[in-house]
T-cell receptor, first 114, second 112 residues
Framework: AQSVTQLGSHVSVSEGALVLLRCNYSSSVPPYLFWYVQYPNQGLQLLLKYTSAATLVKGINGFEAEFKKSETSFHLTKPSAHMSDAAEYFCAVSDQDSSYKLIFGSGTRLLVRP | KAGVTQTPRYLIKTRGQQVTLSCSPISGHRSVSWYQQTPGQGLQFLFEYFSETQRNKGNFPGRFSGRQFSNSRSEMNVSTLELGDSALYLC???????????FGPGTRLLVL
């Protein structure tokens, strides 16, 4: 079965610093991969997705992620953190072949220090 | 285009009661999925509907059920509520299921 691991339940960065949120998946076949963000008391907002096109995916709000098959990773980065980036971030995977469901990682809460 | 809407946004029930939550997908989207979010278990898939048919189901007891109407709107029902059912219930829609899922704001259910 597919699984997603997000290293670090909390990540703290200073405003203007690099943001790196880690995600590893388990799959023998490259899946569809997603990053979602959740602000307090809100639903999930799609940041970006990988669907076997370019390995470097650019998303909204300056975020990007690189798909690395050899490392089964899909880490999320942003060159310069902004206070408004403080939120919880979820990595998710879906099967290409049969499943219509998303399997989520446990989430990483990003704290941005002024 | 309007996003996914969910009603009600907040709900308080007592153990043993039942509850129905509603989800209206983005116009033109025919697939609706439901997820439960709790601090302990995280985000877990409940079920997915397409053209009024359940295509996929997560590992939840039979107390959790759903349906989809001809206009793609969906409802989920939880019977005989337990304290552990307290959660944020999220609905997501997509065109046909395998594409990007767009989430609603969720319904926060508190079971007392």
């Amino acid at each position: 079965a597919q699984s997603v691991t997000q290293l670090g339940s909390h990540v703290s960065v200073s405003e203007g610093a690099l943001v790196l949120l880690r995600c590893n998946y388990s799959s023998s076949v490259p899946p569809y991969l997603f990053w979602y963000v959740q602000y307090p008391n809100q639903g999930l907002q799609l940041l970006l997705k990988y669907t076997s096109a370019a390995t470097l995916v650019k998303g909204i709000n300056g975020f990007e992620a690189e798909f690395k098959k050899s490392e089964t990773s899909f880490h999320l980065t942003k060159p310069s953190a902004h206070m408004s980036d403080a939120a919880e971030y979820f990595c998710a995977v879906s099967d290409q072949d049969s499943s219509y469901k998303l399997i989520f990682g446990s989430g990483t809460r990003l704290l941005v220090r002024p | 285009k309007a996003g996914v809407t969910q009603t009600p946004r907040y709900l308080i029930k007592t153990r043993g009661q039942q509850v129905t939550l509603s989800c209206s997908p983005i116009s033109g989207h025919r697939s609706v999925s439901w997820y439960q979010q709790t601090p302990g278990q995280g985000l877990q898939f409940l079920f997915e509907y397409f053209s009024e048919t359940q295509r996929n189901k997560g590992n939840f007891p039979g107390r959790f059920s759903g349906r989809q109407f001809s206009n793609s709107r969906s409802e989920m029902n939880v019977s005989t509520l337990e304290l552990g059912d307290s959660a944020l219930y999220l609905c997501a829609s997509s065109l046909q299921g395998r594409e990007t899922q767009y989430f609603g704001p969720g319904t926060r259910l508190l079971v007392l």
